[in-house]
């Protein structure tokens, strides 16, 4: 698709330029890469392609492509491991439609890159803990997940999901055991690539300590008359404030305990379970409308957006009906490895509710949904077990959860 980087993402495209001819100034004093030192990491890796051509936007979305294509392997593998090959093959076959997986493929974002090292730090750690593979699984697991980490800083919610389905499902002992092998491979890269940066005077804080404190982003997550989203109001409370970081912290707190407390109960609540509906209620998470914003004949697409969102909404709707009768029926009851991504899941959902609200942020952890409508009956796989002698040309072996999606 013939799309332009737009917003923050043009802006990290375009100074990847500069990145690649060794000029720096983004990353310094309070400029936009200081103050959001999450970015860096996907601005270097766009100025690896500078280096081979002025203008690497092709090779960049090709990349994507590649790295979305990983992500459904992935996706095969962690499937496998949790249920069988059929299971495995539907699911990756699922992911590899799925609307936002298509449509943002065509932008310059770090959710590309992210999400399949996401998925394999899962599959690593799903076939530690079933004891299938050695504890250096643990490892790789949390160096996937540190790389992961670089390109889309969520990964402190991976990493809390991984501790608590280990002391929770492994027992504290072992739990504790398998949580330091992880954190360790977690920890390690991410430590030595932000120390890299720092000494060869390329940064000059760590990744995980911006200029601007992170409660910037709860506090904008609190504004209910923006609806929790980015806003002149909250964005210029550190400007007005000469960038201190702890004037910052204090005026930001101070705000958010007063619409907190001051606000009445029943538009709090509404605003939340406004967050709540507008952050997963998108079967696209936004992607088509500003997507193509900037696209070869835009009013073509324009003149069939309504269409579009009907279509990814139908699929979305479609996934989640799956997923509520895939609970209904407790299909998924006997895979204790199944309650790891409903972890996973509650912590998004509670990160996305406190912080600022866009509908793209929730695509990083999409693929999850994916994973919820893969159904696993004991009940259905009676029913459904001649249709795969014939389907196999072989029979099905008692005991595999082989049902029909």
């Not at 490892?139 to 389905?165: D, H, K, Q, T």
């Not at 009940?379 to 795969?388: F, G, M, P, T, V």
Request: with cysteine; charged share 15%; glycine share 4%.
């Amino acid at each position: 698709m013939p799309t332009k980087p737009i917003s923050d993402f043009k802006v990290m495209y375009e100074y990847a330029k500069e990145a690649a001819q060794g000029n720096y100034y983004g990353f310094h004093d309070y400029a936009y890469f200081a103050r959001f030192t999450h970015d860096i990491i996907t601005v270097l890796y766009f100025s690896l392609f500078y280096k081979m051509m002025d203008n690497p936007l092709f090779i960049v979305k090709f990349c994507n492509v590649i790295c979305q294509t990983a992500a459904v392997y992935a996706m095969y593998l962690t499937v496998r491991e949790i249920l069988n090959e059929e299971r495995a093959l539907i699911s990756a076959f699922i992911l590899a439609f799925f609307p936002p997986f298509i449509m943002y493929t065509s932008q310059t974002m770090s959710e590309n890159m992210a999400v399949p090292l996401y998925i394999f730090s899962v599959y690593f750690f799903i076939a530690a803990i079933k004891g299938r593979k050695n504890n250096a699984y643990f490892i790789l697991s949390g160096a996937f997940l540190s790389f992961a980490n670089m390109f889309r800083m969520v990964g402190a919610v991976f990493v809390i999901a991984y501790i608590m389905y280990n002391i929770i499902y492994i027992g504290l002992k072992g739990g504790i055991k398998n949580s330091i092998l992880l954190i360790i491979g977690f920890a390690v890269p991410f430590y030595l690539v932000s120390q890299s940066l720092l000494n060869a005077n390329i940064t000059e804080t760590h990744l995980w300590n911006p200029k601007e404190p992170s409660i910037t982003s709860i506090l904008k997550g609190t504004n209910i008359e923006h609806h929790g989203m980015y806003n002149e109001e909250d964005a210029n409370i550190p400007i007005k404030l000469n960038h201190d970081p702890q004037k910052i912290k204090e005026v930001s707190k101070e705000i958010i305990i007063k619409r907190l407390t001051t606000t009445p109960k029943p538009k709090l609540i509404f605003h939340y379970i406004k967050k709540i509906a507008m952050q997963w209620g998108m079967g696209d998470f936004r992607a088509f409308v500003w997507t193509t914003d900037e696209v070869f004949g835009k009013n073509i697409f324009k003149n069939i957006i309504h269409e579009v969102s009907i279509f990814t909404q139908i699929i979305y709707i479609t996934i989640l009906i799956r997923i509520f009768s895939a609970l209904k029926n407790n299909d998924y009851m006997e895979i204790k490895e199944m309650n790891f991504f409903y972890i996973l899941f509650g912590g998004f959902v509670l990160l996305f509710l406190i912080t600022e609200f866009q509908e793209r942020y929730a695509f990083i952890i999409s693929w999850i949904f994916v994973i919820f409508t893969t159904r696993t009956s004991n009940l259905n796989r009676r029913k459904h077990a001649s249709i795969y002698k014939v389907l196999n040309g072989r029979n099905i072996k008692h005991g595999y959860n082989n049902n029909i999606l």
